[in-house]
């Protein structure tokens, strides 16, 4: 980890540690400053973005962010830092800069994809399981690559989930017997299961 603090008096014990359900930003201030003073700010692969935090119990600050870690996931050479500033009279005001390394990330379970009958007819239920939250699309292919439908698509909580495929495209048309293929990408990770359709 590299720190650099630009007014080290007002911030002690700046951490960012790594969890498998998003990373932990937190840190003491010193003397009195209002929550509207500061701001948090997540870094990586050209994006920035404001990160929410309470004040805990003992006066402290924290926060969770699960988009940093599915950002940290997506290469093991992403750069990631978190930025606190404070809110003066021309601006924002770097304090404090803390930089996440990729190689701090816990070991990631597989997603465990599968579905249930396989082969089947008419329809088939595919469950998949998510260690973080974040991002994840579940679509169907053929085995010619070609995109048949799209069945779950947008932010997920961390856990299992399933979705069920009737044998249909995108459109409602039936497919014909065959291979297809159920791909999922979530976490920066990719996995595909085979499945059979028996008209």
Same mark, same amino acid.
């Given at each position: ?25 937190? =840190? ?33 600050? &924290? ?9 940290? %996931? &997506?290469?093991?050479?992403?750069? $990631? ?8 009279? &021309?601006? =924002? ?36 399981? $998510? ?28 856990? %299992?989930?399933?979705?069920? =495929? ?34």
């Amino acid at each position: 980890m590299g720190c650099a603090g630009v007014v080290p008096v007002l911030i002690a014990d700046f951490v960012a540690h790594v969890a498998s359900d998003g990373i932990t930003v937190s =840190w003491r201030v010193s003397g009195h400053v209002e929550t509207a003073q500061l701001r948090l700010v997540g870094i990586a692969r050209g994006s920035e973005w404001k990160v929410p935090f309470e004040i805990g119990a003992g006066g402290g600050f &924290s926060a969770v962010d699960q988009r940093g870690l599915v950002m940290l %996931s &997506s290469g093991r050479d992403a750069n $990631l830092a978190y930025v606190l500033q404070m809110a003066t009279g &021309s601006g =924002w005001r770097m304090l404090y800069r803390q930089e996440v390394a990729a190689g701090e990330l816990p070991t990631v379970p597989a997603l465990a994809l599968m579905a249930i009958p396989n082969p089947f007819n008419p329809m088939t239920t595919i469950r998949f399981d $998510l260690p973080v939250a974040g991002q994840a699309q579940l679509s169907i292919y053929d085995l010619a690559g070609r995109l048949v439908r799209v069945l779950v698509e947008g932010e997920r909580p961390a856990g %299992s989930h399933e979705a069920v =495929w009737d044998g249909r495209d995108q459109s409602g048309r039936a497919m014909a017997s065959g291979s297809y293929l159920a791909r999922l990408v979530a976490g920066g990770k990719v996995e595909a299961v085979r499945m059979g359709l028996v008209r």
